[in-house]
């Protein structure tokens, strides 16, 4: 719970339709960061956040959670479609730029395995992270491959009809190559 507590910047809540932000100044990851970073982490925080509620607006997030309840690989694979596009655009809308998303991955766990900040990481065990973690990291990058190759408008379809399993996410080959693509 202390783990998720301090990496949470904010949540969209579909059930009840409303956004959550919490306070970037009190995240022990932000401790000692100048007030552009930190207003820079709050903006990111917005953007993917406010993506979730134009994705439930177009696509209804409950609907699907209710559907794919029973079904917890599915459940994953498509939090892994609704968090990775929100990555991307928080990310994209932090950077002012498209960014490679695997190598920024990589470089974050690289940080926070070597911070103090990174402790309770360290403490937590490794499949409770990784599966916290996955929508966020392998989603995004499953979501900027089906971008980079075939536009906005197949990451849009990928919500009307998501990938099957994490397997898809993790080797999205396997999810391009289903016959209705």
């Not at 990851?29 to 177009?58: K, T």
């Not at 079904?71 to 929100?86: H, I, L, N, T, Y």
């Not at 392998?138 to 980079?148: N, P």
């Amino acid at each position: 719970i202390e783990f998720l507590a301090e990496n949470i910047g904010g949540y969209y809540d579909p059930a009840a339709k409303e956004l959550f932000l919490g306070d970037m100044s009190k995240n022990p990851q932000m401790q000692g960061a100048n007030g552009a970073m930190q207003g820079s982490m709050e903006e990111m925080v917005m953007a993917h956040e406010l993506q979730h509620a134009l994705q439930d607006q177009n696509f209804d997030l409950q609907r699907w959670m209710t559907v794919l309840s029973d079904m917890d690989d599915r459940m994953q694979a498509f939090k892994s479609v609704v968090e990775g596009e929100a990555q991307l655009v928080g990310m994209t809308h932090m950077f002012k730029r498209d960014v490679d998303l695997a190598q920024l991955n990589r470089m974050q766990e690289t940080m926070l395995q070597m911070s103090p900040e990174g402790k309770k990481l360290r403490e937590t065990p490794a499949y409770l992270v990784e599966n916290m973690m996955f929508p966020y990291t392998q989603g995004a990058e499953f979501v900027q491959t089906m971008q980079r190759k075939h536009g906005w408008n197949r990451v849009t379809e990928a919500f009307r009809n998501p990938p099957t399993s994490t397997e898809q996410i993790l080797h999205p080959e396997k999810y391009f190559a289903e016959p209705d693509y």
